[in-house]
């Protein structure tokens, strides 16, 4: 086997994406020779005791990256900054601060200002997820085959990025480097604004008057069960994700918007090319997305 890359890996976070890293570390072993878990409540640090995912667990997370070569955050994005400020005078001189945030220009206007000197700060986005949440959600194969992207600031140490892109490759990942402006207008068309879609959609369909709500659930096509599934998220994760991609996020809901506009008065006036157009886009679209092995 070869020598585990960390010798104290401290996740402070232990729901779908932390609870994933936390068995793999410990399935395989060369990641991380011991492994602290941080958590908001008791109950859920007792959980992960019981499901043995973790070497040690601590409610402090200033206790927790003590003596860690490796500390990640695996909160939602909008309690980075409290984090870093709680933890920054315990990192260890030496380790690398990372992190799996949807959003990468927050995390470094947020966490960067706060990371001592002679710590290395890595942030790093792997792109899987389920709608499940918490210590039991995670599985060992949730990111093989998934892109992580990684968007160091300029000057971070090599062998640091170097290390994580190497973590990363270990627990499954293709990893490629990215600017963090360039990351978020990405995340925001292929992420973020489906998620908005899928949220108030399923709001307009909660909103509807009784009998027609009743048959909506009732008679719930695929299309509908594919937003249903996808609105079933973490809604304080998505919170954070929304707000601290405000920008991008808005950029492309206004070019949607356009665009559904444009298909709205095709569907009006009969235009059955320009819908046709559409529809066979979207089947390019997941051809594509199927030979990728994305799909």
């Not at 010798?7 to 395989?28: C, K, T």
């Not at 027609?212 to 304080?236: K, N, Y």
């Not at 665009?259 to 008065?265: I, L, S």
Request: hydrophobic share 45%; proline share 5%; with cysteine.
């Amino acid at each position: 086997m070869a020598e585990p890359i960390f010798r104290r890996l401290a996740l402070l976070g232990i729901g779908l994406i932390g609870s994933s890293v936390a068995r793999i570390v410990r399935e395989r072993g060369d990641i991380a020779a011991e492994l602290v878990a941080n958590a908001r409540t008791q109950s859920t640090l007792d959980r992960v005791m019981q499901l043995g995912i973790a070497d040690r667990v601590e409610l402090d997370p200033a206790r927790a990256v003590e003596g860690a070569d490796c500390v990640m955050l695996c909160a939602p994005v909008g309690a980075y900054e409290a984090l870093a400020a709680a933890i920054a005078p315990h990192l260890a001189p030496g380790a690398i601060l990372t992190d799996v945030g949807s959003t990468k220009q927050s995390v470094i206007r947020d966490v960067g200002p706060l990371v001592p000197a002679g710590v290395h700060f890595v942030p790093a986005h792997p792109v899987a997820g389920t709608e499940y949440s918490g210590p039991d959600a995670g599985f060992t194969t949730l990111f093989q085959g998934r892109w992580c992207l990684l968007t160091p600031p300029a000057g971070t140490d090599e062998t640091a990025v170097e290390k994580i892109a190497e973590l990363w490759r270990r627990c499954g990942s293709m990893v490629e480097a990215m600017e963090p402006a360039h990351h978020d207008r990405v995340l925001a068309i292929v992420s973020h604004l489906p998620h908005l879609i899928a949220f108030t959609i399923c709001g307009t369909a909660d909103d509807l008057e009784g009998e027609s709500r009743q048959q909506v659930l009732q008679f719930a096509a695929s299309g509908f069960r594919d937003f249903t599934r996808i609105a079933a998220s973490d809604p304080v994760m998505w919170r954070d994700v929304f707000l601290n991609n405000r920008e991008a996020l808005l950029e492309m809901l206004q070019r949607f918007m356009e665009d559904a506009q444009a298909m709205a008065r095709a569907v009006r006036w009969g235009d059955a090319t320009y819908i046709e157009d559409r529809i066979l886009r979207g089947r390019v679209i997941r051809r594509s997305l199927i030979e990728m092995k994305q799909a």
